[in-house]
């Protein structure tokens, strides 16, 4: 892959940039920082900001709610405790691993169904189509688990759930945050976004094994009612990034064109 003419131009090294976009098939106002509106290079220094100052804030506020609905879906938290939870629900070992390979290969597939569609339907259709899945299967889970019912209703649960993640959560979240941020604070914007997934994901890892002590559905209950909210939350406060500049500041300079 070319190296991306948008961070070339940033370290001052236009020629490569334009030759790079001419190898992606990018028009100049595609990559160039300006958008097209000056024949002039910029200085790199004139294209790096602070990411935290009051001109970012939304987008700020925007990639810390993507990052921890990500998390808040128990997503990872069911990757490394699946085991764990299919135990409790009384399916034997031998099942447990069969439905944790079943799973994983079928994450890869969705992944990709879902990099096929985020272009196509936008990405605030799948956080909302994937939310509502992925909380009708998570409580489902939590008033299945105390009763022990057959192995292949919560395979099929677990799948539904993974699926519904992957198609819509798990694809979606690295797209949105590369589109959130102008040029100028995209890397550090993107890195913040990153940093916070992850410190979420690390906190709920360590909590979940104390709240499923206590009660083996609780947790469930707890990821489901964050799923709904997302839902609200996306619907009326996200913008849809589909086939939009790179930012929200651009975002809205063409919506206004």
Known sequence: MPEEPRWLAAKGEWQRAGANAELLGLSYADWHPDDGKHDAPQSPATLAERLFSPKYARPILLATSVALFNQLSGANVLL????????????????????????????????L????????????????????????????????????????????????????FAFSQGTVIWVY?????????????????????WVATAVLIGVFPI???GSSG????????????????????????????LGLTSNSKRDAE
């Open 80 to 111: 490394f405790y699946l085991l764990d939870v299919l135990s409790s629900a009384g399916v034997d070992h031998l099942s447990s691993h069969t439905c944790t390979v079943v799973i994983s290969c079928l994450n890869i597939g969705t992944t």
């Open 113 to 164: 169904l879902g990099m096929l569609y985020v272009d196509k339907v936008g990405r605030k259709p799948l956080l909302v189509w994937g939310a509502a899945g992925m909380s009708v299967c998570l409580f489902a889970l939590g008033l299945s688990i105390p009763h022990h019912f057959a192995s292949v209703w919560y395979l099929l649960l677990l799948i539904g759930y993974n699926t519904f």
């Open 177 to 197: 945050l590369s589109e959130l941020f102008p040029f100028a604070v995209r890397g550090a914007g993107q890195g913040y976004g990153t940093s916070v997934l």
């Open 211 to 213: 709240v499923q002590n």
């Open 218 to 245: 609780r947790s469930f209950y707890f990821f489901a009612t964050m799923m709904i909210l997302q839902i609200a939350v996306v619907l009326l406060w996200y913008p849809e990034t589909k086939g939009a500049g």
